[in-house]
């Protein structure tokens, strides 16, 4: 029974651990928040321009019925970097298509 409810306290503890979802959001150097599924715009009236701004178009592949892969277009990826303050690491956010996936906390200076 000990053994079980540690289990379940365990699964809780990770469940609503803030480092299970810190990725989502971020804090601009202005102090607004951002969150993943947000637009480009967005992000720009928010936290300004970025320190800088890479992209590339990626090819998006499917599975055949034949079990190979076939590209049927491509999408745009951009990730940009902001600097977030004195004493916070650099974020880097990543887009498709103009719309926030992901948010990276970039850890060596």
Request: proline share 0%; net charge negative; hydrophobic share 40%.
């Given at each position: 029974m000990k053994r079980q409810l540690y289990g379940l306290c365990l699964l809780a503890f990770f469940t609503v651990s803030p480092d299970a979802y810190a990725d989502d959001t971020t804090r601009c150097r202005t102090g607004?928040?951002?969150r993943?599924?947000?637009v480009?715009?967005?992000?720009?009236?928010?936290?300004?321009?970025p320190k800088s701004r890479t992209g590339e178009d990626v090819p998006v592949r499917v599975?055949?019925?034949?079990?190979?892969t076939a590209v049927i277009g491509?999408?745009?990826?951009?990730?940009?970097?902001?600097?977030?303050?004195?004493?916070?690491?650099?974020?880097?956010?990543?887009?498709?298509?103009?719309?926030?996936?992901?948010?990276?906390?970039?850890?060596?200076?």
């Open positions: 607004r928040i951002v993943v599924g947000m480009d715009a967005e992000i720009v009236a928010r936290c300004g321009e599975r055949t019925a034949a079990g190979g491509t999408t745009r990826v951009e990730r940009w970097i902001y600097e977030r303050g004195q004493g916070q690491f650099d974020a880097q956010l990543t887009f498709e298509d103009g719309k926030l996936v992901d948010i990276e906390l970039l850890v060596k200076r």
